[in-house]
């Protein structure tokens, strides 16, 4: 901005290296300019993240085949496979896991399910926004699972966290609203 403040927004997409790895670079050759500060370059692109020990693409691709193998067993797909990879790496096991342990007849719930539990215990999960919009992106990525997931995810959060209804119910309601805000396109809003 014209004060000179580097912002990036976007939710989960301020976590990508590339958008990150731009922004420090920025201020890098703004503290050189106006500071005579010279920066190392940023070397964030060579931190193995965690639960990423691939090398190359083709074994990720391989990881993917051997987790669609397994999941479709139970009948999800490989699209379900993928989403796990990618947004999990191998830390997908830990979740994989959990889903053998738990009962739901319905498969995407119960891996919604051990996801949820994954988040709470690594990754900061502390509400259904935090899952999902912060977390899973499904509100922007894959708003019609939200419509499944819904009373599901929020009857697991209520016996995890210990809500009453009323909590569980104000949640529903926040996320209805933002479902349906983020499914109705309105020229007024521009």
Known sequence: SDSGLISIAGGKLTGYRKMAERVVNRIAVKMEEEFNIVLKPCETDKIPLCGNDFKKYKHVKRYIAEVSDRLE???????????????????SE???????????????????????????????VQNPMDFFIRRTGRLYFDIDSITTLLDPILQEFQTLFKWDDAKRLSYKEELEAEIHEHSNFSLERI
Do not use: C, P
Request: proline share 0%; hydrophobic share 40%; aromatic share 12%.
């Open 94 to 124: 830990v979740i994989l896991k959990t889903y053998a342990t738990l009962k739901d007849k319905d498969v995407h719930v119960r891996l919604a399910k051990a996801e949820l539990q994954y988040g709470i215990a690594f990754e900061m």
């Open 73 to 91: 067993q139970d009948g999800l797909t490989a699209y379900d496979a993928s989403y796990l990879v990618a947004n999990y790496g191998k830390q």
